[in-house]
């Protein structure tokens, strides 16, 4: 069987003009389609006679008429498509090419939105069959039901037009350890490249899966999953088979790679043992246990950056997105990772419900006296399946159920997505001049310059700073 996966072009985002987000979007770098290549790999593992090829658009730089010649040339049996809500559009038209050329190429969709959306997705016409939660395991059973001409609308996590009706069960997989690595070499693994890390090429990791808490604003069905963690030795492997591919930079894109100390003691000793002598990035909670003894280990390591979601300089607003972080804590880690050699990453959020002007500009002064290595700021927008949002339409805040609408009808962007309260003009300006404030300083620049980077790094944040100050 000739399988494809394709990860669709970034052409028509579901906001119609948001322009900050997007232009630090296109110079932030290219990541691996990690999911993609978890499925792609555990099938490759478990099923013989089937030709695998993965095409990653953003990436590539491909447009949907490459896709289509491709598809001629390759003729593919099955194609499998990522959906991410916020780029549905191009998707659709993925799966649009692939019938209109030939009608008889399966489509399977997986991906972040079919966690929320599954059931507004089968509808679409050309569309077979939605993977419905973590992939691999049902990607695989629905391949080899195929191939043996069994009915796939018995495999669970599978929704079909036939099947779509049934009580379906997002689907996980409960020991990750039983998953196979992705196979970087299925992609041109030398071609991605991350803004912020020390050099390039780098990859990137998922080390555990799910997430305990339950911020307001998040839609990540990550929220609801139990957390499951790859085994420190497990990671490690994982690691050894990247640096064998000569990649030396990773960023750990787990929800809370943190969460359990032991685990990363376990792993930071395991790395400092084998000498592997590569550079990570990983994500946190500023309320994790991290200590000065650990995170000396986790920078001996090779810890090179810690990213934190820090969101607001509020207090009240701390409560209102159930995140309860304390802001004298978040100081203190701030400056123990400082003090260790370790870079600190926050991410901040402006316009949160009820947040008054004065507080955003008290969240862009905290960020600045944090003195943090980067500080991205977005606009809030309530996501679809949030509480904030799920809330906000029941209170008749947000009039009408936008993103459903959205989701059925990609064509219409949505104009309206921040938090209706507030003014769009003052957010936006706001939000300019919070990049503007934290990145344009002379000690921030200073800072930026003696920063340990390779010098190609350095060259790129410097030609993307002044393109994105003069746009
Ligand atoms: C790393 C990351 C990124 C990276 C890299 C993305 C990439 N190339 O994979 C960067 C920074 C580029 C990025 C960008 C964006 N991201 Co992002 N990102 C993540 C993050 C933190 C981890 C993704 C990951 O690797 N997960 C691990 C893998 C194993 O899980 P997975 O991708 O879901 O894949 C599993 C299943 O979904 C399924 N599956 C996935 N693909 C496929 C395909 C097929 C055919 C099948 C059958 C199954 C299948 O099986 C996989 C294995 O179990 C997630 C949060 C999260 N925890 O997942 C957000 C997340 C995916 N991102 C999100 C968003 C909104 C975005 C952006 C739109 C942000 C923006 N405004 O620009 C862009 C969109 C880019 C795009 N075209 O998709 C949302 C998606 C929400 C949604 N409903 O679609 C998430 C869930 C975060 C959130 N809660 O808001 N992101
Ligand atoms: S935003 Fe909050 S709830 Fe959502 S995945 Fe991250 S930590 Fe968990």
């Known amino acids: 069987m000739k399988i494809l996966f394709i990860f669709p072009p970034k052409k028509e985002w579901a906001f119609k003009d948001i322009k900050l987000h997007k232009k630090i979007d296109e110079e932030s770098g290219n990541y691996p389609p990690l999911g993609i290549l978890y499925v792609a790999s555990f099938l490759e593992k478990n099923i013989s006679n089937c030709e695998i090829k993965i095409l990653d658009a953003p990436t590539e730089n491909l447009d949907f008429e490459f896709i289509r010649q491709y598809i001629k040339n390759f003729s593919p049996d099955l194609v499998g498509i990522y959906f991410c809500t916020e780029y549905l559009k191009d998707a659709l038209r993925v799966t649009d090419i692939l019938k209109n050329e030939n009608k008889k190429i399966i489509t399977v969709v997986g991906g972040p939105h079919l966690h929320i959306y599954p059931l507004e997705t089968i509808e679409y016409p050309n569309i077979d069959f939605v993977v419905y939660g973590e992939g691999e395991i ?25 099947n779509r ?12 350890d039983e998953l196979v690595f992705p196979n970087r070499k299925l992609l041109d693994y030398k071609k991605y490249r991350s803004f912020i890390t020390y050099d390039n090429p780098i990859t990137t990791m998922i080390t555990s899966r799910g997430c305990a808490y339950n911020c307001y604003y998040c839609n990540s069905i990550e929220r609801a999953k139990r957390v499951r963690f790859h085994s420190p030795e497990y990671v490690v492997k994982e690691i ?15 929800e809370n790679f943190t969460f359990n100390i032991d685990r990363v003691e376990a792993i930071c000793d395991l790395l400092i043992e084998k000498k592997l002598n590569i550079r990570w990035h990983c994500r946190s909670r500023a ?9 000396r280990k986790m920078k001996e390591a090779g810890c090179r950056m810690i990213q934190f979601g820090i969101e607001t300089a509020t207090p009240r607003l701390q409560k209102i997105i159930n995140k309860h972080l304390d802001l004298e804590r978040v100081k203190k880690v701030i400056k123990l990772c400082k003090e260790v050699g370790i870079l600190t990453y926050g991410n901040f959020m402006l316009g949160l419900p009820t947040e008054t002007p004065k507080e955003m500009l008290n969240t862009i002064d905290f960020a600045i006296k944090l003195n943090l ?27 009408k159920d936008y993103w459903l609408e959205y989701v059925r ?53 410097a030609k993307s700073a002044l393109k ?3 746009s």
């Open 240 to 254: 050894e088979s990247i640096v064998k591919l000569g990649i030396k930079d990773i960023i750990f894109f787990d």
């Open 409 to 461: 009808n990609p064509d219409k962007p949505i104009s309206n997505y921040w938090w209706p309260l507030h003014n769009k003009e003052i957010l936006n300006r706001i939000n300019y001049l919070a990049f503007r404030k934290f990145y344009f300083r002379v000690k921030y620049i200073l800072k930026a310059l003696f920063r340990k980077q390779s010098f190609a790094q350095k060259f790129w944040q």
């Open 373 to 399: 290595d980067y500080a991205p700021f977005g606009i809030f927008n309530p996501l679809p399946k949030s509480v904030f949002y799920e809330k906000a339409i029941k209170e008749g805040i947000i009039n």
């Open 287 to 295: 309320d994790m246990k991290l200590d000065k003894r650990i995170l």
């Open 165 to 176: 009706n049934k009580d379906h069960k997002i689907q996980f997989v409960a020991n990750l």
């Open 138 to 162: 049902v990607f695989y059973k629905l391949v080899e039901t195929l191939i043996h001409n069994k009915d796939p609308n018995q495999v669970e996590g599978i929704i079909s037009k036939i």
């Open 468 to 470: 994105l100050f003069f």
